[in-house]
């Protein structure tokens, strides 16, 4: 039996990547889930989920707080749309985190987590926000581009950013096996011209680093920030994760002439993730910390990137 009581935990974004995650993660411990979105029914459905169909950019902060009664802890899986040239923007993205944490502090909610991006995390033992290290894009590109997982993920989610990834990753393989044609090479550095003159993400995560600063030091609500390691993805659940606080995770050594992330990112499956996020929902031991988890990636083999009601076990019970 569960030695905690069962808690009725918000979710914005419950039918999204991480969001879906978590909401089968907290029906699967007992807990019963508020999901708040456009659509939050495209999940599925469950009796102890409970569907608030809210369009937050049609709402202000005052009449968005409402929308949080009855919940004891929110967490925040916000995330943009990842169609068309409106997708992945800074601007949008940080009003939207700026309105939920004001309808926040309205509302009788005890407890916010957000769920931001590995670009807040820093440069271990400095100050500096990973996503402002000139190597960051070219290291974190490389890195995921190792993974067909990774690649099959982006593909669902992001449609033709996938699609090129692919194109460089063949290419890479062909460059390490000694079969690269000069179309692969013309491949693999155009791809990283691109990545270096501006990473198709970088608005995005650059975003998710700037929102830490809506956290950074603030004492008038009870909060968690948490940002997922770089290498986030689907995965095998393992129940295992480790957590670092303020700083990116890195493996092994740095090499002489190479980047400090060069080779040595990690990583978390989204599953995971959910599992340690769903862990601080009921044990609140990082109040206030900014924090990241890392696990085992080490099988690498497509998975889903969204999760149905479904995945619940036992059924609607």
Known sequence: MPSFKPLRVGVIGPAGFGGSYLTVEL???????????????????????EPRPVDLDALNFIDLAPHFSGIDTL???????????????????????????????LSPVKYFLFVGGAGSLHVPHTPLPCVDHPDFFIAYRRAIATSEAHIVYMEERLGIMGTALRAYRDARIAESEGRA???????????????????????????????????????????????????????????????????????GEQKEGESVFEGRLTGIAVADMAVAIADE?????????????????????????????????????
Do not use: Q
Not at 29 to 44: D, E
């Open 27 to 49: 029906l699967n411990r007992g807990h019963t889930v508020i999901g708040i979105s456009r659509n939050p029914s495209k999940i599925g459905t469950h009796l102890r989920f």
């Open 75 to 105: 967490v925040c899986e916000y995330g943009p749309h990842t169609a068309g040239a409106g997708a992945l923007l800074y601007m949008p993205f940080l009003e939207t985190v700026r309105k939920i944490i004001l309808a926040v502090k």
């Open 181 to 251: 044609t000069p179309a692969h090479k013309e491949e693999i550095a155009k791809y990283e011209r691109g990545i270096r003159e501006k990473d198709a993400a970088t608005d995005f995560i650059k975003a998710g680093r700037m929102a830490w600063m809506f956290f950074d030091g603030n004492t008038s609500f009870r909060w968690s920030f948490v940002s997922p390691s770089a290498l986030y993805r689907p995965g095998v659940r393992t129940g295992r994760y480790e957590v670092s606080v303020d700083d990116m995770v890195l493996e």
């Open 281 to 317: 929902v009921e044990g609140e031991k990082l109040v206030g910390k900014h924090w990241s988890a890392t696990g085992d990636l080490s099988v690498d083999e497509p998975g889903k990137a969204y999760l149905t009601l479904e995945s619940v076990e036992g059924g609607n019970k």
